[in-house]
């Protein structure tokens, strides 16, 4: 063989050679072995965005490689510098489930942190919202209630979060 080739294989790579003089003698096989360390690159999605307060949110970690492999390892979730998790990758991904998440903005992060072959990459930062979740139940104080009767309508305002509810209702 007289061209070159590739080898785009992370990991550990054979490749065996032999060569034959202008007089035709055949020289034995040899063989070299060499590693490729393939860079990789992580993205964090989220299952629901934004969240109820106090529902399961699951974030997703996928690691791909630049060349062909299947990384493995560990991805360690974060949400700013607070470490949520850390889970093992399959088949190129792993998950982190909570329901641990305070009202607000969170910022959330999936490291990659590399593995034989595999270089350590982080995702971009996906910014997760928890939000209160607001349930309102209008009642009435006759029903049925006859012509030119008062009627009094009540709302009630129940809610994920702590607290006391404010703002107003308008009744249409």
Not at 115 to 124: D, E, K, L, P, Q
């Amino acid at each position: 063989y007289s061209a070159p080739f590739t080898v785009s294989s992370a990991g550990v790579n054979k490749v065996q050679f032999s060569s034959t003089d202008v007089a035709g003698n055949v020289e034995s096989t040899e063989s070299v072995s060499f590693s490729i360390t393939s860079t990789t690159t992580t993205s964090v999605s989220s299952s629901l965005n934004p969240a109820p307060s106090g529902k399961t949110v699951t974030f997703t970690a996928l690691v791909t490689p630049k060349f062909s492999g299947t990384p493995t390892g560990t991805v360690t979730f974060k949400d700013g510098a607070t470490v949520l998790g850390t889970k093992t990758l399959s088949g190129g991904k792993a998950t982190f489930s909570t329901s641990a998440l305070a009202l607000g903005s969170h910022n959330i992060t999936a490291i990659y942190d590399g593995a034989t072959y595999f270089t350590t990459s982080i995702s971009s930062t996906l910014a997760e919202k928890i939000a209160n979740t607001t349930t309102t139940k209008v009642t009435s104080s006759k029903n049925p209630s006859m012509f030119g009767q008062s009627v009094m309508f009540t709302a009630t305002v129940t809610h994920t979060g702590t607290g006391t509810p404010t703002g107003t209702v308008t009744f249409k």
